[in-house]
């Protein structure tokens, strides 16, 4: 399977994107949903501070922070789960 590839493409496809309209919000949440899976915390922190700089109220907005949100607390809680073991 080559689920990493297609990730790693789609994510080729969004910088270029980003590269042509660096004020689109569209679709800002797929591309949060791959930072997500690659576990790419600088990378989806640095996206939901440009959104939040477009528009702190728009849904695709909404969506990445809450993703970045996610993606610390599982980090803190495996780092919390593996030192306590």
């Known amino acids: 399977m080559c689920f990493s590839a ?5 994510l080729g496809s969004f910088k270029e994107l980003e ?9 800002m949440d797929t591309l ?4 997500y899976v690659k576990e790419m915390r600088y990378e989806l922190a640095n996206l939901a ?3 939040s700089d477009i528009d702190k109220y728009r849904v695709e907005t909404c969506c990445v922070i809450g993703g970045l949100a996610l993606l610390i607390v599982c980090q803190l809680y495996e780092h919390i789960t593996v030192d306590s073991l």
């Open 6 to 10: 297609d990730v790693d493409a789609a």
């Open 19 to 27: 590269a042509l309209d660096p004020f689109r919000l569209e679709n």
């Open 32 to 35: 949060s949903n791959l930072l």
């Open 49 to 51: 501070h440009r959104l």
